[in-house]
């Protein structure tokens, strides 16, 4: 029953009492209280215990209501405190949340540190668990979303696994964004940056690479050697591998497969003259040069390389060499691939 219902209700049915004790007995009654004499209608007399009861209940009913009406404002609260957590938390970002009430607290709470993956279809659920799922659906799908139209940008770290696939999704669209993200590194996680620099190894020129060659690796430098092996024009000049080279610390094989890549590429004497000045540099270059001395027919120069080490030394190519001084006509790479001369 709602209070305001009683209340009415009861003071409706108190006049009735008083007004019947009064038909009944309309004459007063005299009471002594500490010493006084109180003298009122009997229907009065009547009525103060009735209404200090009614007083009484309405109290008791304002009380439980209250203390009701304050616990489910608790619960409301911690719904809607739940709703963000389970926002978050789809969108693989948990953030931490205070409930009230000691029965959400101590499951919910989970939500502060748990990720949440939806695996089918729901209905029923509010807008904004809604707009998570979706979002999620579409990263997830390969599409770019713009996250600050969907105003979550700056709750989303950028370590977030959707924030990562959503900026790669990006790249796949557009790759001038390459650019934004490896001039503002700060603001991408490493995968992220990661894969702009495979992006600008694969599309753009080796000028544009050397602009970020702090962020290079082999595989990059590899990868723009084989687009220039295949014919691509990258604006690769000598002077430049020199420099994307001295950044690494290449071992053997790194060294054969430029030296293989790029046989082609440049003119003999180029070839030689940067796989000279590397083997002198680097030990684990002679191989490589060794191997173009080959692929030129140099075999003088193998030759007088060859006696400056200990006869146990380059046993792979002293007994090439010895092949090829007996007019057989082998190439190098059919003999010998790049395992066996840097093992």
Known sequence: MRVGTYIFFGFIF?????GGVHMMWPNEHMINILDKDITLP?????LIPVALLYLMSILHMAYYGSKRYFFIKKWEKDALELEKALFWSVLQEPKKHDF??????????LLNVARVEVVGNIQGISDELHKAIEIVKEIEGGNYIDLNDKKIAKGLSKENPLVIKNNINRLNEDNSFCEDVLQYQSNYDESVISYAMDILAQKESSYKLKKYINLMKKEHLFKLLERAKEGENVALSIELLETFVNQFKLECKDYMTIAKLMHK???PDENLKFFQ????????????????LFEYEM??????????YDETELKVFRAFYILKRGKYHFKIDDLLDTQTICK
């Open 14 to 18: 108190m006049l009735f009492i008083a």
């Open 42 to 46: 009997i229907a009065a007399w009547v």
């Open 100 to 109: 009230i009430v000691p029965q959400m607290k101590s499951r919910a709470s």
């Open 265 to 267: 590429r440049f003119a």
């Open 277 to 292: 000045k590397q083997s002198k540099e680097h030990e684990s270059a002679l191989n490589a040069y060794l191997y173009l």
């Open 299 to 308: 075999l003088d120069e193998v030759k007088r390389i060859l006696e400056e």
